[in-house]
């Protein structure tokens, strides 16, 4: 069993800078490949960042390469979303999601879900 709690989310503008943080209990956290999944008013939730535990692979969504950031710190049990250059467009709940690697993707597939951190820029 893993339980994902997020922080960090705010509200920000145009331009700035968050990180969001995902802390994990239980003991098989380093199992797991972990993301981040946003979602929007009326819209799908959405993979935007994934890390895999054993070969340090990383996945971004084109909408946010370049600006966004994956990291995960397995000593802390922690997984982090450095979000830089903020658009409104990424206005949205953010969950903290661990999953299997090859299916990261598919939000029906994910093990386990944090509760959202709510994130809102402003232009």
Not at 26 to 53: C, D, T
Not at 58 to 83: P, W
Not at 103 to 110: C, D, K, N, S
Request: charged content about 20%; overall charge positive.
């Amino acid at each position: 069993q893993v339980q994902l709690v997020e922080s960090g989310g705010g509200l920000v503008q145009a331009g700035d800078s968050l990180r969001l943080s995902c802390a994990a209990s239980g003991r098989s956290f380093s199992r797991y490949a972990m993301g981040w999944f946003r979602q929007a008013p009326g819209k799908e939730r959405q993979l935007v960042a994934a890390h895999n535990w054993n070969d340090e692979a990383t996945y971004y969504a084109d909408s946010v390469k370049g600006r966004f950031t994956i990291s995960r710190d397995n000593a802390k049990n922690t997984v982090y979303l450095q979000m830089n250059s903020l658009i409104p467009e990424d206005t949205a709940i953010y969950y903290c999601a661990a999953g299997s690697w090859l299916r990261m993707a598919v939000a029906r597939t994910i093990a386990y879900w944090g509760q959202g951190t709510q994130d809102n820029v402003s232009s």
